[in-house]
């Protein structure tokens, strides 16, 4: 709360001098220790502490990393295994930043999870919310340039198909597409842009960042309850010590499990094809972006057919960026009043359907498209020849084994020239592609429900304060011994 | 309200788990039997088989795959497979420079008068590479260049068990059957090409070789490699080409039989090469195929994360720092808030 009062006391001469001319000291005092703080967060609420170390550790691993990468389509490759092989601990700096950015964004989901289900997007957070998307979406931009870097054969063919999307807009795309790559192709010149934009982002986010906690400062926190602080003297704590060493806690195992990865499993998140130097001639069977991408890509190629005259490629670029899109727009989407959906039952219930939803969405990402998402079909045998018209004919077979001598006999049976042959085609099936289409609706659906359960929405009794819900809570022996009524 | 919670965690984990997971419909590659010794949280390499894996490495893989990445020198570093605590410098390694020396390399750097000379390696020098260049990798490998090896294990799915599978996954010999395509001999009429002196011309009977294809029965693919169902049929292997059930690719269009039951894996140039007693170890070992594949596959893991070792010692120090840490951490927060209703 920017309106508390500043407790600070210049204690000697020249700590008074300052004061009265750049009052630094004040201002970290009143922002990073006696801020009032609810008393009631849970854990959820340490993730913002764990984003700003997530944001530090890359960094000052990044800037290390960058004295000794090579930009350059012959020297990337060598130079990153030059890093994990010669550069003492270059090693370690490089797992811990290529596993940071995957820590990076996990942290960044339960942050914003956790932001939706206590309405943490609701006024007066309005602006402090769509920051926190801005950052999100310049983590995105970030971390797609960082995956540019290493020149493996996932960086090079996942870039070609990102830089794509935006040739698919109409009239300019190309151009765009060609300004991006900065020439006709995915090439050096590509990769030293991307290299000086992925150096440069990090430092917007940090700035950001600043604004983000700004604009946090202002209204003061959320809390569980999602009932605004009354009483600073009762219901708050100072930042310092309270929420540091609450903080400095989850973030000790945040790092527990982040080491987890970086000594014991650091390229299970990545993908081994990045491990072949980026070959244009050979493109690998199975494109996937990094694991914190999956969701937007199950949406991008979750719509397989056109509409009118919007193509579906272009269709499918839409929905993506409106995925995003519609993440800014939520605080004027959530019609109810009510913050914290603890008290909301109804749209409680569409929350945990929307975490659903976003992690299946995830594991279509994964998928190839056109498997079955129960299980590989059975497949059918189908004879496909050339009748004495020049039509094309195909007859279908179905069964064991004996399908297959049925199909050959018929085979052996038809006339020469007819160039017959069996092939066997997947029987029909619940693919990955229906099941995406299917949750891209759920996606944007949440959004449109948050709108109509807002205005019938009866929610649960509100409490009256943080200091009563507190009371409650911490005695429930007295709290179950009362009659409700 | 519980399930639903309880229903997305258990996606959480599925989604995760779905990630990992590879395409393609190559034969899962296993770990050999008894697994990897520098698999688990504290596993090391084994030294011995470490320098046995480099020598099948130097007599056999490294006359068509380079290793671009690697230096003699790391032969010597500490956790490599000729590491002596003697000497710390892996330089001055006399093991190591001897090793270096075997190979004979056209000079990165020009002499005196600027030419480039052969020379024996040194330890700070590259691996050999057997060809000068991507373009002549391939010309000698009928259009395949061989990959490099540096950091193969690291660049399949499967990895060190991929590579153990691969190399002692070849059918059998007695798998194939020879099919005779056009006869040994083609009888052509008489002729005359107008050319009286011209004696070709006079032949009755032209004798042209035999020409056969190799076609593989499927049905006599080790039981491990099949299905469920009994598979039958016969798979053509192209000239150039050998079958390997762990391969990536897609035999169906090679395949004569019902497709469904096409045998998993695909077609790779490199044929089998590691046959019984084709090294002879400098240790006694016994150089069986597996022997073999099992050395080798070891080596390129640790050329693939040679500092794998020490990862995972330093990752142990590094856990129990944290978690000492996290306790303490826990103990202050119950202190400082024990007076704060929360």
């Not at chain 1, 959820?44 to 000794?68: E, P, R």
């Not at chain 1, 839409?318 to 004027?332: E, S």
């Amino acid at each position: 709360m920017s309106g508390h009062e500043s407790s600070y006391e210049p204690t000697n001469a020249f700590t008074r001098w300052l004061d009265s001319r750049l009052p630094i000291i004040r201002f970290a005092q009143d922002h990073a220790m006696n801020f009032p703080t609810p008393k009631n967060l849970n854990y959820w609420w340490t993730f913002g502490g764990i984003l700003a170390v997530c944001l530090v550790v890359q960094i000052v691993t990044g800037v290390i990393l960058a004295m000794h990468y090579s930009p350059g389509v012959d020297t990337a490759f060598a130079s990153v295994e030059r890093i994990m092989r010669d550069v003492p601990y270059g090693w370690l700096l490089r797992y811990i930043h290529s596993n940071g950015a995957s820590m990076f964004f996990l942290a960044v989901y339960i942050h914003m999870f956790r932001g939706l289900y206590y309405g943490s997007y609701k006024a007066p957070r309005e602006v402090l919310w769509v920051l926190g998307c801005v950052i999100y979406l310049l983590m995105m931009a970030t971390a797609f340039l960082g995956y540019m870097l290493p020149w493996g054969q996932m960086s090079y063919h996942g870039s070609n198909v990102i830089t794509g999307l935006f040739g698919a807009i109409p009239i300019i795309g190309d151009t765009i597409h060609t300004w991006i790559m900065g020439g006709p192709s995915i090439g050096n010149q590509t990769l030293q842009r991307f290299f000086s934009l992925h150096y440069l982002l990090p430092f917007m986010i940090a700035a950001v960042v600043v604004l983000h906690v700004w604009a946090l400062h202002v209204p003061g926190n959320n809390n569980p309850t999602g009932v605004e602080v009354q009483d600073v003297e009762k219901e708050t704590v100072p930042f310092h010590p309270y929420y540091t060493v609450k903080d400095a806690f989850a973030i000790v195992l945040f790092f527990m499990m982040f080491a987890v990865f970086v000594f014991y499993a650091p390229n299970v998140l990545g993908h081994a094809d990045n491990y072949v130097q980026a070959n244009p001639l050979v493109t690998p069977s199975h494109i996937v972006p990094e694991w914190y991408f999956l969701p937007f890509y199950a949406i991008l190629r979750a719509i397989t057919f056109d509409v009118g005259p919007i193509p579906a490629k272009l269709l499918g670029v839409i929905f993506m960026f409106a995925a995003i899109a519609v993440l800014f727009l939520l605080p004027w989407m959530d019609t109810s009043k009510v913050k914290s959906m603890r008290y909301r039952p109804v749209a409680r219930q569409f929350f945990f359907g929307f975490v659903a939803t976003c992690l299946l969405l995830g594991w279509c990402g994964a998928s190839n498209p056109d498997d079955g998402v129960f299980g590989t079909p059975g497949k059918k045998l189908v004879v496909s020849y050339t009748d004495a018209g020049g039509a094309e004919i195909t007859s279908e077979y179905d069964g064991g084994g004996e399908a297959y001598l049925d199909a050959k006999k018929f085979v052996e049976s038809l006339p020469a020239g007819t160039n017959a042959s069996i092939s066997a085609v997947a029987k029909p099936t619940f693919q990955f592609r229906h099941l995406s289409l299917i949750l891209t609706f759920a996606y944007f659906g949440y959004f449109i429900l948050l709108f109509f359960v807002g205005l019938t929405e009866s929610s649960k009794a509100v409490p009256e304060s943080i200091h009563k819900s507190v009371l409650k809570r911490s005695k429930p022996s007295t709290a179950t011994a009362i009659p409700a009524e | 309200m519980k399930s639903l919670r309880l229903l997305t965690a258990g996606l959480a984990g599925l989604v995760f788990a779905a990630t990992a997971h590879a395409a393609g419909g190559a034969e899962h590659p296993h770990p050999p039997e008894g697994g990897w010794p520098f698999e688990g949280a504290i596993g090391k390499f084994d030294q011995a088989s470490l320098q046995r894996g480099y020598q099948v490495y130097h007599e056999i893989c490294s006359s068509c795959h380079s290793m671009k990445l690697l230096s003699y020198r790391n032969l010597g570093e500490p956790g490599g497979p000729f590491y002596d605590p003697a000497y710390p410098n892996p330089n001055m390694n006399p093991f190591v420079k001897a090793l270096a020396a075997q190979n004979e390399i056209l000079s990165p750097t020009p002499n005196d008068v600027g030419d480039y000379d052969f020379r024996p390696a040194t330890p700070a020098d590259r691996f050999r590479s057997p060809y000068a260049n991507v373009e002549a990798a391939r010309a000698a490998n009928g259009g395949a260049a061989p990959p490099d090896l540096s950091v193969i294990v690291k660049a399949r799915h499967g990895g060190a068990s991929y590579i153990y599978r691969l190399l002692t996954g070849f059918p059998p010999d007695d798998a194939y059957v020879q099919r005779l395509v056009t006869p040994e001999t083609i009888v052509t009429p008489y002729s005359d090409n107008g050319t009286p002196d011209d004696p070709s011309d006079d032949v009755a009977e032209v004798k042209t070789p035999a020409v056969y294809e190799t076609l593989l029965d499927v049905s006599k693919l080790p039981s491990e490699h099949g299905s469920s169902e009994h598979e039958e049929g016969f798979l053509k292997i192209n000239a150039g080409q050998h079958y390997n059930p762990y391969m990536a690719g897609d035999t169906a269009p090679n395949f004569e039989g019902d497709p469904r039951h096409a045998p998993p894996g695909g077609f790779l140039a490199m044929p089998p090469q590691l046959i019984e007693g084709r090294v002879e170890y400098t240790d006694g070992t016994k150089a069986t195929p597996e022997q073999m594949a099992y050395d080798v596959a070891q080596f390129l893991a640790w050329a693939s994360e040679p500092k794998q070792e020490h990862r995972k010692s330093l990752g142990l120090a590094v856990m129990v720092y944290l978690g000492l840490l996290a306790a303490l951490l826990w103990f202050s927060y119950k202190q400082i808030w024990r007076k704060v209703d929360h």
